[in-house]
């Protein structure tokens, strides 16, 4: 299972009119069937797990460019509208989607079977249930970046390729994580779900105090929380009294902080901030029961310990901080996602456009939706939204 993309978006209320909604959902099952019948059912994954086409397929069928309703409107259509498609032997089934119907995907995708007459056996559909719960976890508490998820889809072709799209919220904001998979390297048989799981990051906004698990640097404290899992965590109460309890950051967090490049080019520069940061490490009787129950199941990897149930962001990030700061690891506090681009800029940051791949991108949109069984309206309105965005592009180019 590889983590293929983030996206971020301003958090919107409301939700489609219907008679836009109808409209997308009839556009995307013509511009996905001709996809699938050109490029294969795998393509298509392929293509809605990366955000920038996620989010430029979303522009074409119709809805807002940057709203956090993008992803839970454009989900709801493409699940509608693949599910449709049942007269061709290449076809995606979809499973999830906002709020609570996120939690039905375990059960939607035991009748994967019956609705792409497939013949998967039943390990190989708990194995798909096993990739989204723990994509859905490790977006959830592995990487503790303040985005709660309210939306998960899970989509998936009789070959057993499959790609996940869900999002998070904060106050403000809607953060998009895409996940790939294929077939000969799922992250369920060996690959791992925890580390360094991505491949492409973009959004525009950075979350401070990050706690990211999944990073390389991260490796040790991952290890070491299994141990301290696997050896008992009855005697890690110490560390845990019942009443709450804050441990303070060390100095040599505070090291190399500057936002000016000379400056933090001195490794010996002490910056300290205004107020020093006071992290809660607290685990009540229940936490522990749960801690003990993980032990009592000896997990062998740190997948095995994150998809247990209860393991979650609070429990994690205190064996994080008992790791660190205790028993001297190193962990990732800083926002996985960075400034990222399709096609690169026009100013050659963070690297020049690549022309060829730019217009490769959008006359692959412009034939599907050429090739499309769609009226002539419908056609013509989808090319209108697909030339302002190629043009609106082009032009900074």
């Known amino acids: 299972m590889q983590h293929t993309g983030f996206a ?9 009119p219907r008679w836009l909604f109808h409209r997308m959902e009839k556009l995307s099952k013509e511009i996905c069937r001709i996809i699938m019948d050109e490029y294969g059912s795998h393509e298509l994954l392929n293509r809605l797990s990366n955000p920038f086409f996620f989010q430029a397929l979303s522009c074409v069928i119709g809805f807002d460019w940057h709203s956090s309703g993008t992803t839970t409107t454009t989900c709801g259509a493409l699940k509608l509208a693949l599910n449709a498609i049942t007269d061709t032997s290449c076809q995606i089934y979809v499973a999830g989607g906002k709020g609570h119907v996120s939690k039905q995907t ?12 497939a013949d998967f056996s039943d390990q190989e559909i708990n194995n ?8 859905a976890k490790v977006d959830n508490a592995v990487i503790q970046d303040s985005f709660q998820l309210y939306h998960h889809c899970f989509l998936i072709d009789s070959d057993g390729n499959y790609t996940v799209i869900q999002q998070g919220m904060n106050n403000k904001w809607a953060r998009r994580y895409h996940w790939s998979s294929d077939r000969h390297r799922v992250g369920v048989r060996g690959g791992s779900f925890s580390e360094k799981p991505r491949d492409l990051i973009a959004c525009n906004q950075i979350i401070k105090n990050t706690l990211d698990l999944t990073a390389e640097v991260s490796e040790q404290t991952r290890n070491c929380i299994l141990d301290l899992i696997k050896d008992n965590p009855n005697h890690l109460r110490k560390y845990f009294p019942l009443k709450k309890k804050s441990l303070i950051l060390p100095l040599d967090h505070f090291l190399n902080l500057s936002s000016k490049p000379e400056v933090s080019e001195h490794p010996s520069l002490l910056l300290m901030p205004v107020r020093h940061q006071i992290l809660p ?17 000896q997990p062998r990897q740190f997948d095995d310990l994150v998809e247990i149930q209860g393991i979650g962001p609070k429990k994690l990030r205190a064996l994080t901080l008992v790791s660190e700061l205790i028993f001297g690891t190193q962990v990732s506090w800083k926002d996985p996602v960075k400034y990222s681009f399709a096609h690169g800029g026009k100013d050659g940051i963070p690297f020049p456009v690549d022309r060829k791949v730019y217009d490769s991108t959008i006359q692959t949109l412009r034939s599907a939706i050429d090739n499309a069984q769609l009226s002539n309206n419908n056609q013509l309105k989808a090319l209108k939204n697909l030339s302002l965005l190629a043009t609106r592009v082009q032009s900074r180019n």
């Open 8 to 16: 971020e978006m301003p958090l919107h209320t409301g939700k489609a």
């Open 106 to 117: 375990p059960i939607e995708l035991q009748r994967v079977n019956h609705h792409l007459k």
């Open 128 to 135: 798909f249930i096993r990739a989204s719960k723990l994509s």
């Open 281 to 297: 490490i607290d685990l009540g009787e229940s936490e522990f029961q749960t801690l003990l129950s993980a032990y009592e199941q």
